[in-house]
């Protein structure tokens, strides 16, 4: 079925000018970007977007990161979008990440990895409505 899914540039990628190489890669892959936009995090917002993991012992430095840098907060559709999205961005670990991904061309590290994408329907409705307004997402 055609889906939405919620994904982030991350600070080491916007910083190192790999946004529009990232966001080649999802289209190349069918995936359509409906809406874009670079915007800096505050400490408040990346702490609420990533509360699901403020037990971690890496919470700390993952919000300091993501608002280390402006980020490029983008939804992509197509069918499958979610898996699809997982597909091309690769293994979280970049170690672990197979030839191709956005993580094995690009991430520095587990933490600086280049790119985030939900995991699930319910995780990807709720992403995008965090950072997006019903007008901004353009089929
Ligand atoms: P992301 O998909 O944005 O969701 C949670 C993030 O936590 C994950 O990508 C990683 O970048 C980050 N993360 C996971 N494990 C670690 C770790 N051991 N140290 C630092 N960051 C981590």
Redesign the pocket.
């Known amino acids: 079925a055609v889906q939405r899914t919620f994904s ?1 540039i991350k600070p080491d990628a916007t910083k190192r000018n790999l946004t529009g190489a990232i966001a080649a890669k999802f289209e190349e892959s069918g995936l359509r970007i409906v809406a874009s936009k670079r915007i800096q995090m505050t400490l408040a917002q990346a702490e609420t977007f ?1 509360g699901v ?1 403020s037990e971690r012992p ?1 919470f700390g ?2 919000c300091e990161f993501m608002i280390s840098e402006p980020i490029v907060v983008q939804v992509l559709e197509g069918e499958d979008a979610i898996a699809k999205n997982r597909e091309v961005m690769g293994a ?1 670990n970049p170690a672990d990440a197979a030839a191709g991904t956005i993580r094995k061309e690009f991430a520095l590290s ?2 600086e ?1 280049s790119v ?2 939900s995991d699930a329907p319910e995780t990807a409705a709720e992403e995008i409505a965090f950072f997006f307004s019903g007008l901004e997402l353009v089929g």
Do not use: D, M, P, W
Request: aromatic letters at 16%; zero cysteines; glycine letters at 16%.
């Open positions: 982030i990533y993991h890496f430095e993952l979280t587990i933490g990895n985030h994408g």
